[in-house]
């Protein structure tokens, strides 16, 4: 219990994948009981050898949510209020942003409110889906949409 403790207190008792909160007090076998959920990324264990020890793959899942120790690929959703056509996949965008940084195009919106909705709900995705990435957010005008991208900085 020691590790769940110490992994919900870094995540702030929310699940990584569906970003809810987590209840601590759920009862083990419920589907919304904490777990840990092992995040593999190639960027991620690199780095960890360089600084040891200060980067957690062990990230909080509701037990439902959880990616059964690796055997599939997470998947993190986008929330419905958001407009978005094409919008990518968070976890796939997010570990080449870990691996190599530089750009991804995150959606295309079909007004411009609709991106700055988008961009300012990916900063703070971001922040809690891969704290250790600085991104920040462009909006382009690409005829009519608008694409929103993240960067790193
Ligand atoms: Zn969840």
Redesign the pocket.
């Known amino acids: 219990m020691g590790q769940l403790q110490d992994v919900g207190e870094a995540d702030g008792w929310r ?1 990584w ?2 970003d ?1 909160p ?1 209840d601590r007090t759920m009862p083990p076998n419920d589907p919304r009981a904490p777990s840990l959920d092992t995040r593999i990324s190639k960027g991620r264990a690199k780095k960890k050898k360089q600084d040891k020890g200060s980067l957690p793959t062990e990230r909080l ?2 037990k ?2 959880n990616t059964g120790k690796g055997a599939n690929d997470p998947v993190v959703p986008w929330p419905d209020h958001l407009i978005v056509v094409d919008p990518a996949p968070l976890i796939a965008a997010a570990e080449r942003l870990e691996r190599k940084g530089g750009r991804e195009a995150m959606a295309r919106c079909p007004t411009r409110s609709d991106a700055d909705a988008v961009a300012a709900w990916l900063v703070g995705r971001f922040s809690r889906l891969s704290p250790e990435l600085q991104v920040h957010t462009e909006i382009a005008n690409t005829g009519g949409q608008f694409l929103v991208s993240l960067h790193t900085s």
Do not use: I, T
């Open positions: 699940c994948l569906c809810e987590v899942a509701h439902g949510c």
